[in-house]
Structures are given as structure tokens and as C-alpha cells.
T-cell receptor, first 116, second 119 residues
Framework: AQSVTQLGSHVSVSEGALVLLRCNYSSSVPPYLFWYVQYPNQGLQLLLKYTSAATLVKGINGFEAEFKKSETSFHLTKPSAHMSDAAEYFCAVSDASAGTASKLTFGTGTRLQVTL | GAVVSQHPSWVICKSGTSVKIECRSLDFQATTMFWYRQFPKQSLMLMATSNEGSKATYEQGVEKDKFLINHASLTLSTLTVTSAHPEDSSFYIC???????????????FGEGSRLTVL
């Protein structure tokens, strides 16, 4: 079984400040890990993904995440927050060995608020 | 990137009626689609896996007779909420994987979601 824990359901940062959204995973098999962003009343957009290549993954909109197996973590960061980053962020895990129909298991989400 | 479209985006219906939500992959073929349900300020819960040409696989606790899924073509899956009740009100999101891409890494493309309100 796989699971994802996102610490902090709500994070508030000032514009221009560092963004850090935490994600820890549990998996008995090698995982694929993902970060998605969701704006109000919309579907999910992929920010970045880890698929067992480079452990430091760069995504869209200046976000990046680092896979740390020893810490079972995949935290999302951005050096400088922008107002447009305010949204809900979901970390997700899938089974890398499950083939093309592997399911995603999502964390509970973190709402990012960006203030002036 | 690949596009997945859901229709309708919003639907309001009376209790006891049935509602159909469509999920289309616009520029790729998808042998597998997934249906999620999201309650306000909560995460996405997988309801079922929709397989083209075969029966859907439902997650534990999801009533298959309540949530009918049909995946009749490689670009279309439908979710029908039968005899809807107010507790079925939710945000339903579908996702699909491009079957034509070799070496799938698990990335899914998500629809915009469909908000169902049952009065």
C-alpha cells in the first residue's frame, strides 16, 4: 500500500518569500512521485514529477522538488512566491512497477496563501 | 500537453434524477481513465478505474450500481450518477493516460472537473 502525508493543510507566505510545501510518502515499492496544483473549481495541473531519474526535479512556474529516499520525502519549493501561486497543492504517489494503469494516491492537500 | 475535457462543468439536478458526466481525451487515446471525487477542501478520492471495452473497477466502498461507468471508446468515458441524492453533491474529476506513449511514467492528464449539486 502507498500513502502520502502533507504536513500543513494551510501555508501562508509573503510575496517574494520562499515557498516550502512538505510531502512524505510511504511505499513498499519504488515510487513515482508527483506534485499537482489546483485552482478553484478547476482540475489538476501537473507541476513536476519524479520517475527515478534525477532526484532534483524542476517543474513549471519555477517550482522544484527533491526526492530524498532516506527521508521518504518529496518537498516542493519555490525561491520566490508570486501572488499567482496561491492555490491548492497536492502531492501524489504511484507504483513505478505497476505499468501503464497505475493509480495515483493523493495527499490531503496544502492550501498556499500568498500575501503582499 | 495532452487535453482532457469534462462536460458539463456545472450541473444542478433534483433528487432522484440521474446525471451523466462525460470525460473526453481530445488529442490522444486513453485505454484507461480514472474517476475521482473531491469533497470541499479535501483531497481526491479514487472512485473507479474505467477500462475501454470492459467493466470498470471500483474502489472499496463505491457503489457500482450508483455510479455507472461506461468507457465505450478510446476517447470517451462517462460517469452516470443514478438516482442522485444531496449527499452525492461533489466535485467529480476524471483523468486519463495517453495510451500511445511508450514507457509510461504514471503521469495523468486531468479534466477540469464537474461540480454536481443535487437539490
Amino acid at each position: 500500500a502507498q500513502s502520502v502525508t502533507q504536513l500543513g493543510s494551510h501555508v501562508s507566505v509573503s510575496e517574494g518569500a520562499l515557498v516550502l510545501l512538505r510531502c512524505n510518502y510511504s511505499s513498499s515499492v519504488p515510487p513515482y512521485l508527483f506534485w499537482y496544483v489546483q485552482y478553484p473549481n478547476q482540475g489538476l495541473q501537473l507541476l513536476l514529477k519524479y520517475t527515478s531519474a534525477a532526484t532534483l526535479v524542476k517543474g513549471i512556474n519555477g517550482f522544484e522538488a527533491e526526492f530524498k529516499k532516506s527521508e521518504t520525502s518529496f518537498h516542493l519549493t519555490k525561491p520566490s512566491a508570486h501572488m499567482s501561486d496561491a492555490a491548492e497543492y497536492f502531492c501524489a504517489v504511484s507504483d513505478a512497477s505497476a505499468g501503464t494503469a497505475s493509480k495515483l494516491t493523493f495527499g490531503t492537500g496544502t492550501r498556499l496563501q500568498v500575501t503582499l | 500537453g495532452a487535453v482532457v475535457s469534462q462536460h458539463p462543468s456545472w450541473v444542478i439536478c433534483k433528487s432522484g434524477t440521474s446525471v451523466k458526466i462525460e470525460c473526453r481525451s481530445l488529442d490522444f487515446q486513453a485505454t484507461t481513465m480514472f474517476w475521482y471525487r473531491q469533497f470541499p477542501k479535501q483531497s481526491l478520492m479514487l472512485m473507479a478505474t474505467s477500462n475501454e471495452g470492459s467493466k470498470a473497477t471500483y474502489e472499496q466502498g463505491v457503489e457500482k450500481d450508483k455510479f455507472l461507468i461506461n468507457h465505450a471508446s478510446l476517447t470517451l468515458s462517462t460517469l452516470t450518477v443514478t438516482s442522485a441524492h444531496p449527499e452525492d453533491s461533489s466535485f467529480y474529476i476524471c483523468s486519463a493516460r495517453d495510451s500511445g506513449r511508450a514507457g509510461s511514467t504514471g503521469e495523468l492528464f486531468f479534466g477540469e472537473g464537474s461540480r454536481l449539486t443535487v437539490l
